[in-house]
């Protein structure tokens, strides 16, 4: 253990995906100095040790979905008492689909410093190499377990206009994609992302209703990160010149300058500002 201080603290540790090689200097350091290293799986903990020729300094212990609910007192406790607790999952980040963030809660909740080194992200990773645009998206994680859950959240995101971004487990994939077929089009772009940074990494770019047929008729092994483009955007039906000069007359009687009104008129319905000026000009 190393020296105490008066309060630990929690450290989260972005951990590689899959390739031990792109594991942070700052991931090293913590797992060496740490006091407590509680981790989803320890034997992934040990194997990733063990690739990065480094001996885990403090205490191990598991911290996954089916204990983290009694262990995160004990943890919290820790901290308290002045320990540092490291805490890893088996890739990417943890809190993001993974545990951590009951953890988190915790520890902030009774005022200890929660402090970050970051790492790889299985989200960011799959919208990097999609080819999707990702200056704007949305994570959801892993869908609904059922049928019915799962179609239901997808008739909700349908017409969701910002690229997502799915977990799946193999077994799931192909009835996910069927889903996502019929809920946003067969044709809408997406890219499935199996074993990142592993040695079988593959990205398959196609629309949805062709990855549907391929995980369906194929046997998808390893982790998989589905990204997904958005709905197409659609401009608002353009209104006759009338309705645009009553618009921008509306505005103007509300207070705002001539200008302003045109410009807010001509963002509201995807026009060209030069246009409504002169529309309302003529």
Same mark, same amino acid.
């Given at each position: 253990?190393?020296?105490?201080?008066?309060?630990?603290?929690?450290?989260?540790?972005?951990?590689?995906?899959?390739?031990?090689?792109?594991?942070?200097?700052?991931?090293?350091?913590?797992?060496?100095?740490?006091?407590?290293?509680?981790?989803?799986?320890?034997?992934?903990?040990?194997?990733?040790?063990?690739?990065?020729?480094? *001996?885990?300094? /403090? &205490?191990?212990?598991?911290?996954?979905?089916?204990?983290? @609910?009694? #262990? !995160?007192?004990?943890?919290? =406790? $820790?901290?308290?008492?002045?320990?540092?607790?490291?805490?890893?999952?088996?890739?990417?980040?943890?809190?993001?689909?993974?545990?951590?963030?009951?953890?988190?809660?915790?520890?902030?909740?009774?005022?200890?410093?929660?402090?970050?080194?970051?790492?790889?992200?299985?989200?960011?990773?799959?919208?990097?190499?999609?080819?999707?645009?990702?200056?704007?998206?949305?994570?959801?994680?892993?869908?609904?377990? *059922?049928?019915? /859950? &799962?179609?239901?959240?997808?008739?909700?995101?349908?017409? @969701?206009? #910002? !690229?997502?971004?799915?977990? =799946? $487990?193999?077994?799931?994939?192909?009835?996910?994609?069927?889903?996502?077929?019929?809920?946003?089009?067969?044709?809408?772009?997406?890219?499935?992302?199996?074993?990142?940074?592993?040695?079988?990494?593959?990205?398959?770019?196609?629309?949805?209703?062709?990855?549907?047929?391929?995980?369906?008729?194929?046997?998808?092994?390893?982790?998989?990160?589905?990204?997904?483009?958005?709905?197409?955007?659609?401009?608002?039906?353009?209104?006759?010149?009338?309705?645009?000069?009553?618009?921008?007359?509306?505005?103007?009687?509300?207070?705002?300058?001539?200008?302003?009104?045109?410009?807010?008129?001509?963002?509201?319905?995807?026009?060209?500002?030069?246009?409504?000026?002169?529309?309302?000009?003529?």
């Amino acid at each position: 253990m190393g020296e105490m201080s008066e309060v630990g603290r929690l450290i989260l540790l972005g951990a590689p995906l899959g390739n031990p090689a792109d594991a942070s200097a700052r991931l090293r350091e913590v797992l060496i100095s740490a006091d407590v290293v509680a981790a989803e799986d320890t034997r992934r903990l040990t194997r990733l040790a063990r690739d990065l020729d480094l *001996t885990v300094g /403090g &205490r191990i212990v598991s911290y996954f979905e089916g204990n983290e @609910e009694r #262990r !995160t007192p004990e943890l919290v =406790e $820790a901290i308290l008492g002045g320990y540092v607790v490291a805490l890893v999952t088996d890739g990417g980040m943890p809190s993001v689909s993974d545990p951590g963030y009951r953890l988190v809660r915790a520890t902030l909740e009774v005022g200890a410093p929660v402090t970050v080194a970051p790492g790889p992200s299985a989200v960011t990773t799959a919208l990097a190499v999609s080819g999707l645009p990702c200056d704007r998206f949305c994570f959801e994680g892993f869908l609904p377990r *059922t049928p019915s /859950g &799962r179609r239901s959240r997808l008739r909700a995101l349908a017409a @969701e206009e #910002r !690229t997502l971004v799915f977990f =799946e $487990a193999p077994h799931r994939i192909g009835a996910t994609l069927t889903d996502l077929a019929d809920a946003f089009g067969a044709d809408r772009p997406a890219a499935l992302c199996r074993e990142l940074t592993k040695t079988y990494e593959e990205v398959l770019r196609r629309p949805l209703g062709e990855l549907a047929r391929w995980a369906t008729e194929g046997d998808p092994r390893g982790e998989i990160t589905l990204v997904v483009a958005g709905a197409p955007v659609t401009a608002p039906e353009r209104p006759d010149d009338d309705t645009l000069r009553a618009a921008v007359a509306e505005r103007e009687a509300a207070g705002r300058s001539r200008r302003d009104a045109i410009t807010d008129v001509a963002t509201e319905y995807a026009l060209r500002r030069r246009d409504v000026y002169t529309i309302v000009h003529s």
